[in-house]
Every structure is written in structure tokens, then in C-alpha cells.
């Protein structure tokens, strides 16, 4: 999957991915849709 990861990121540069608990579906959520510029919930 690592491997996967790097080529994908080398073929499409600025890609950032982020990885949430269902808890944090919402916060998750917001970020996709640009409403937060924080990544991770605090």
C-alpha cells in the first residue's frame, strides 16, 4: 500500500490524504469540504 501511495503521489503532486475515525466524520467532513483548514481535529 506504501508503494502504491508514493507512485500515486509522484504521478499527482500536492495530494494529501487523511485518514479518521468514524468519531471524527464530521470534522472530516468539514476539512474535505474546505470549512476548516486544520486537518486533524483537536
Known amino acids: ?3 502504491a ?3 500515486e503521489s ?5 495530494v494529501h490524504y487523511e ?3 468514524r468519531e471524527h ?6 476539512w474535505l ?3 476548516t ?3 486533524r481535529p483537536r
Open 1 to 3: 500500500m506504501r508503494v
Open 5 to 7: 501511495s508514493r507512485i
Open 10 to 14: 509522484a504521478l499527482i503532486p500536492g
Open 19 to 21: 485518514v479518521y475515525d
Open 25 to 30: 466524520a464530521v470534522h472530516a467532513r468539514a
Open 33 to 35: 469540504l474546505r470549512q
Open 37 to 39: 483548514d486544520d486537518p
